[in-house]
């Protein structure tokens, strides 16, 4: 059988692994010393089959640090096992094999060059998902590629060249993920978003719009008309969108008083109602 470059240390003993068939099984028992920090391992893996970034969860600390903490990692069986260690046996099950250059490498598993490369072409996947329609995907490409260009962002110190560098390649990719969901109806998140940008961007218009719209979804109509307000400031061209998001948010205010006088009126008849039937009996 074929030798492939891969190894994994059992009780201190380095072992090569020879490439098994499709659906054969390999077990490889580690002693506790091994295994401590598997803990941390298991949550980047974690992340990684939800889509997200490999550190998301983790302190930025060193690993023994981490293991001697007491951070929630999230996973009550994770939490349980970093705070006692135990012997630990892998089974690796080989399910597909795949010659060299005929699949995708994950993001996690580039280097910091290659993650550079790929955004672009994420940025795109992203945007032809969602003028298809699936705006779920297209939230989750989005995602996918806001969470690379963090884990960049975070090697560099905080308002260096190459650090603002990366954080204006992140906002027009936070803006496209805030679009999709104030779409699939999650306002605060996008709030919350916009407001980030906001802080360290106070001219930034679309931010403003969405803020505004998303506050209006949630009857915020104060916050909304001064999100709007400062849109026509910064950019008086879009004062027409700014008048049709207004009646929109009107109308929606409308609606929303005449339900609410029903509602009291209906329950003022029943009370009537009630007292008189009360007063007969």
Not at 43 to 64: A, F, T, V, W, Y
Not at 76 to 101: H, R, S, W, Y
Not at 151 to 170: A, F, S, V
Request: charged share 25%; proline share 5%; hydrophobic share 35%.
């Amino acid at each position: 059988m074929e030798e492939i470059d891969m190894k994994l240390r059992a009780d201190g003993v380095q072992k090569k692994v020879i490439s098994p068939g499709k659906g054969e099984l390999s077990t490889f028992p580690n002693g506790t010393k091994h295994t401590a920090l598997y803990p941390l391992v298991s949550l980047s893996l974690r992340n990684i089959s939800l889509g997200k970034d490999p550190l998301e969860g983790q302190r930025h600390c060193c690993g023994i640090a981490q293991v001697h903490s007491h951070h929630s990692m999230g996973h009550p069986d994770l939490d349980k096992l970093q705070a006692n260690p135990q012997p630990l046996v892998f089974t690796l099950e080989m399910l597909e094999i795949l010659p060299p250059g005929s699949f995708q490498m994950e993001i996690w598993a580039m280097t910091d060059e290659e993650k550079l490369e790929v955004i672009p072409q994420i940025h795109e996947e992203g945007n032809a998902l969602f003028k298809s329609g699936d705006i779920s995907a297209a939230s989750e490409k989005y995602y996918s590629a806001i969470a690379c260009l963090k884990n960049l962002q975070m090697k560099e110190r905080p308002g260096d060249d190459h650090w603002i560098k990366l954080d204006l390649m992140i906002t027009p990719l936070l803006l496209n993920y805030c679009q999709c969901k104030h779409l699939l109806g999650q306002y605060y998140e996008v709030l919350d978003h916009c407001s980030s940008i906001i802080n360290k961007y106070n001219d930034n218009v679309k931010a403003y719009f969405k803020r505004g719209k998303a506050h209006a979804m949630v009857w915020n109509e104060a916050q909304a008309r001064a999100d709007f307000a400062k849109v026509i400031e910064l950019d008086p061209s879009l004062e027409t969108s700014v008048a049709k998001e207004l009646r929109v948010m009107e109308d929606r205010i409308r609606d929303k008083q005449k339900e609410e006088k029903g509602r009291y009126k209906n329950l003022f008849n029943y009370s009537s109602k009630a007292s008189a039937t009360a007063s007969t009996g």
